[in-house]
């Protein structure tokens, strides 16, 4: 089962101006990130991933686009290490401010023994299957002249279909983890006799 959940969340503001877009996003993100410190999300599972301003223009047929305003934005990614109450946490983010949320990644944090598991698994499968061929074809396994890994690798599950409302009157936001398939492909060379 994963034991990570990595959410983006995130601010976006607009206003007239450059300056006044970027001050309130700044206002804003701050209670976010303190929202978060207190729901006791360390410093190091909080990055930026995004930080932007742009402007913005009404365009009418025949006329030179007009400046309308400025859109500003800042994005955290957010490591959650308790998946349970990631979901209340991103209920108080929105309610101080956050109007952007994306994700969930579920992951393990050490995925090293789940693999370790599945290169064992494929060991015990390839020797079983060894001798199959060689009791099909009226020999025995001598040994294994050689074992090659191509890559351990996870299966995400399918993407979650965006949710467009995170919270509906009365309901909390539940991430709720499943369960990741890591799986292993070797290559073994047996020597028959």
Not at 118 to 136: E, M, P
């Amino acid at each position: 089962m994963p034991d990570i959940a990595v959410i983006s969340a995130g601010v976006v503001t607009r206003a007239a101006t450059a300056a006044a877009a970027m001050q309130e996003n700044a206002r804003r993100m701050e209670r976010v990130i303190a929202a978060l410190r207190a729901a006791g999300v360390a410093d190091r599972d909080i990055q930026t991933s995004n930080l932007s301003l742009n402007a913005e223009y009404h365009h009418e047929d025949n006329q030179p686009p007009r400046l309308t305003g400025y859109t500003a934005s800042n994005q955290v990614n957010i490591r959650f290490r308790d998946i349970r109450n990631s979901g209340r946490v991103l209920d108080v983010l929105v309610a101080q401010g956050a109007n952007q949320i994306n994700g969930p990644t579920l992951t393990l944090d050490q995925p090293q023994a789940a693999l370790d598991e599945a290169r064992a698994n494929a060991v015990t499968i390839g020797r079983a299957r060894a001798q199959i061929y060689a009791r099909s074809l009226g020999m025995q396994v001598v040994r294994i002249v050689s074992v090659s890994e191509s890559g351990g690798h996870f299966a995400p599950p399918p993407p979650m279909a965006e949710r467009g409302e995170m919270m509906v009157a009365g309901a909390r936001t539940q991430i709720v983890p499943g369960e990741q398939k890591y799986q292993v492909a070797l290559a073994m060379v047996f020597e028959l006799r």
